[in-house]
């Protein structure tokens, strides 16, 4: 048998948890960053308009090129 603390309940209720926290602490790590970087995209395009509105369509331009927003951990490490 490959893992004999499961064979108990309670070992196994610890374990079924424990993943389930794995997973929840996840979530934040790859819903998160997508959100900020269109929040800080439509910040930049707000300023941009209030500096110079004829810059707004050079903006839109420039994110509608950008393959994608915001860094995943991969690219952090």
């Known amino acids: 048998m490959g893992d004999r603390k499961l064979l108990t309940s ?3 209720l610890r374990t079924m948890v424990s993943d389930a926290d ?3 602490d996840l979530i934040p790590r790859t819903l998160f960053p997508p959100v900020a970087s269109s929040l ?4 930049v395009l ?3 308009w209030a500096l ?3 810059t707004l369509p050079v903006f839109l331009a420039l994110g ?3 393959p994608g ?3 995943s951990s991969s690219d952090l490490e």
Not at 40 to 43: I, K, M
């Open 46 to 48: 707000i300023a941009a």
């Open 64 to 66: 509608a090129l950008t």
């Open 22 to 24: 794995d997973v929840r």
């Open 10 to 12: 309670d070992a196994a």
């Open 40 to 43: 800080v995209f439509l910040a």
């Open 69 to 71: 927003r915001g860094a």
């Open 52 to 54: 110079d509105p004829a």
